[in-house]
């Protein structure tokens, strides 16, 4: 499956955003999809995941009850809303798609081109 990230921008603290991931190829709803960040000079790390059927969802506890993670298989794309945007969110986000129910980057294995969130005080 072949992912494209999209939805990015600059935003004041406070702010929102709604991130997009578009998936074209094999089969889409038999993959979980996630979505990881990078911050400039840090690892990558994972941010958000739904399973499959979108009845499951996990966050990293830094975006509880401030992101939302969802997908609609019909139009093949998950969306993560960002809400109460901190300067520490800034970072290139990635959304990838996995067979696994996983946080590990590992278990992913397509992964999209990711967009870019700058979140300014």
């Known amino acids: 499956v072949q992912l494209q990230a999209s939805g990015g921008g600059l935003v004041q603290a406070g702010g929102s955003l709604r991130l997009s991931c578009a998936a074209s190829?094999?089969?889409?709803?038999?993959?979980?999809i996630g979505w990881f960040r990078q911050a400039p000079g840090k690892e990558r790390e994972f941010v958000a995941r739904?399973?499959?059927?979108?009845?499951?969802?996990y966050y990293v506890d830094s975006v509880k009850g401030r992101f939302t993670i969802s997908r609609d298989n019909a139009k093949n794309t998950v969306s993560l809303q960002m809400n109460s945007l901190k300067p520490e969110d800034t970072a290139i986000y990635y959304c990838a798609a996995s067979l696994y129910w996983s946080s590990r980057e590992t278990d992913f294995l397509s992964w999209g081109q990711g967009t870019q969130v700058t979140v300014s005080s």
């Open positions: 739904i399973a499959w059927s979108g009845g499951n969802a």
């Open positions: 190829g094999r089969p889409f709803n038999n993959h979980a």
